[in-house]
């Protein structure tokens, strides 16, 4: 399994990024996806999961300005991330996931978003 993230930058606050996540080495359609982040001095968290069906869910600090989405014809899973500021500033994950289950199966390798006041 791979999981090839890009997309992250210097973005200014109020500011948008769109991340996307490649992967292969599984049937996409099939798998539940994920980002998590990890904050400067913080433990990685959830931000926005999305199931191979499509339900949604997301962390609060972050519903109503980001949005997870898929297209499985490109195998790629994407974060529409609106509305940034400072505390958004961490190292983002792509993550294969087990709908429920506490940690992920497959991380992939993370990209540097950095917010800017």
């Known amino acids: 399994v791979q999981l090839q993230a890009s997309g992250g930058g210097l973005v200014q606050t109020g500011g948008s990024l769109r991340l996307s996540c490649a992967a292969s080495g599984i049937i996409f359609r099939d798998n539940d996806m994920a980002w998590y982040r990890q904050r400067p001095g913080m433990q990685r968290e959830l931000v926005a999961a999305i199931s191979s069906g499509g339900a949604t869910n997301y962390a609060d600090s972050v519903k109503g300005r980001f949005t997870i989405d898929r297209d499985n014809s490109k195998s790629t899973v994407s974060l529409q991330m609106n509305s940034l500021n400072a505390v958004d500033t961490a190292v983002y994950f792509c993550?294969?996931?087990?709908?429920?289950?506490?940690?992920?199966?497959?991380w992939g390798q993370g990209t540097l978003v950095t917010v800017s006041s």
């Open positions: 993550a294969l996931i087990t709908w429920g289950e506490l940690n992920p199966d497959y």
